[in-house]
């Protein structure tokens, strides 16, 4: 359980697939349950707790809409499009491998609800309070599957649509994957930190301490990064969307913004 707000509580997704009833005593698929789950922690959010309204804050929190692994929340989505559209802010939303944790039908659905709706394809660098404020969509991709990422490069261009790209393990990239992330840097979409190693905030920071996490992850990975011909990170996402109140300050030190999940989301 984790509290959002001073005096409202929201109970966290499913995380396992252990049978579930409803008020009568049914049984409840745990498709139904995941999907019960994401509209009750919707429900006791602030209004722009997905999308961001071009203020300061330091902390964006993302919506996954991978599909391959299990629903993707596509209501809640389409109603954040919809709201993004109406208050012009930008919905953010991330993904992590092509043809694995996501299928091409689900990023071609989000596409084309973007242009239906006459959002524009943002990259989270361009997510600063000072820009002029328009309705937008900033998608993500995790990790560190760059060919799968190279697949989508026509897709994109035939949108006209630019993401980001949340990098980790950067150390193992080859040389052939390096080109193709600079490409796709040159096609414009935007490259940003996701740790070295992609270990878990929380476990790393109780087993070696904040300070180890900083100076063994997350510093680490910008400076990878600028050394390949990078700008400098603006945004670091978290690996697997966790982290503390203690962990964000520290962090928050070192690059403007971070992105977590919902899990985490303070908002």
């Keep these: ?152 490069r026509d897709q994109l261009a035939a949108h006209r649509a630019h993401v980001t790209f949340f990098v980790t393990r950067w150390y193992a990239a080859s040389d052939e994957q390096r080109v193709k992330l600079r490409t796709l840097a040159d096609d414009g979409d935007d490259i940003q930190p996701h740790s070295v190693d992609h270990l878990h905030p929380e476990q790393y920071v109780q087993e070696h301490g904040l300070d180890a996490y900083l100076s063994d992850e997350v510093i680490p990975s910008i400076d990878a990064l600028i050394a390949s011909g990078y700008p400098p990170g603006t945004v670091y996402a978290y690996p697997f969307g966790h982290t503390t109140d203690e962990i964000n300050e520290a962090v928050l030190q070192v690059v403007p913004r971070v992105r977590v999940s919902p899990g985490s989301c303070p908002y």
């Design 1 to 152: 359980m984790f509290t959002l707000t001073a005096d409202r509580e929201c109970a966290a997704a499913p995380g396992g697939r252990r049978p579930r009833r409803d008020r009568w005593g049914r049984r409840v698929t745990y498709r139904a349950a995941m999907i019960a789950a994401w509209l009750a922690i919707a429900a006791c959010h602030e209004e722009h707790w997905l999308t961001y309204p071009w203020d300061d804050r330091q902390i964006l929190c993302s919506q996954p809409f991978d599909d391959m692994e299990g629903q993707a929340p596509w209501g809640m989505i389409e109603r954040q499009i919809e709201l993004a559209e109406s208050t012009s802010s930008v919905l953010l939303l991330h993904a992590h491998t092509v043809g694995v944790s996501v299928s091409v039908a689900a990023i071609e659905r989000v596409l084309t609800l973007a242009d239906q709706h006459h959002l524009a394809f943002l990259t989270f660098r361009e997510l600063e309070p000072g820009a002029a404020r328009q309705p937008g969509l900033a998608i993500a991709f995790d990790d560190s599957r760059i060919d799968e990422w190279f697949t989508m």
